[in-house]
């Protein structure tokens, strides 16, 4: 994984969902430049296999969790959101079991 770079061809990019395709072509080195959201892409050679965004939000204390706002002042808390995650139709597990995707299973658990 590695942090989205403007140099970087995104063009070839296609898993098959016109809304993250767009995002990944269009918008994605806009909103990196402007801090709005953060972009990294898995590689598989020169080509991008998937990628996920990032971005800040906040929550209202009653909104989270009573481990996280025990304790903290009536404000909002600060979170980082998942925005985009989208992998390459060339790349997507048939078995998430056995091809490696079981990570990200685990880290969504």
């Known amino acids: 994984m590695e942090k989205l770079r403007g140099e970087r061809d995104v063009t070839r990019f296609d898993c098959g969902y016109p ?58 808390i600060g979170i980082v959101l998942l925005a985009r995650l989208a992998i390459d139709r060339s790349h997507r597990c048939v078995d998430a079991g056995r091809r490696g995707c079981g990570h990200l299973r685990k880290a969504l658990k």
């Open 19 to 76: 809304a993250l395709n767009t995002w990944l072509h269009k918008y994605a080195s806009t909103n990196q430049q402007a801090d709005s959201a953060k972009t990294y892409v898995a590689l598989a050679g020169d080509r991008v296999a998937g990628y996920y965004a990032l971005t800040a939000g906040s929550v209202h204390k009653h909104e989270s969790p009573e481990r996280i706002s025990k304790g903290l002042a009536n404000h909002p």
